[in-house]
């Protein structure tokens, strides 16, 4: 799977599907931070805090997505030494889709 973007416009890019690279159709559904073992969430029902276990010494940012040809996943920024780490992990599509800034 790979992170891309594509140039829309002068001033504005476009976020592909890591699944299939449709450019058009890419619906973000949730932010969340953890930060040591809290993970706050943001959705378009609201936010959430759980606890999770932190596979690393810093931060992990997650942007869940669906696609519209099925796909669905997150796209993760992990952060060490000045670097910033994407990764990207499918997930099953959910049942009911609601775009974060739906609400």
Not at 1 to 6: G, S
Not at 20 to 46: A, Y
Not at 78 to 95: A, M, Q
Request: net charge neutral; hydrophobic share 30%; glycine share 8%.
């Amino acid at each position: 799977m790979k992170v891309d973007f594509v140039k829309h416009s002068l001033d504005e890019t476009l976020l592909k599907c890591p699944q299939c690279g449709f450019e058009h159709g890419m619906h973000i559904v949730s932010v969340s931070v953890l930060r040591g073992s809290d993970k706050t969430t943001v959705t378009s029902k609201g936010t959430s805090v759980t606890q999770e276990k932190n596979p690393t010494r810093g931060v992990i940012v997650f942007l869940g997505y669906h696609c519209e040809d099925g796909h669905a996943g997150e796209i993760f920024f992990k952060f060490h030494k000045g670097s910033v780490y994407v990764e990207h992990k499918s997930l099953p599509p959910p049942k009911d889709i609601d775009d974060i800034w739906r609400s």
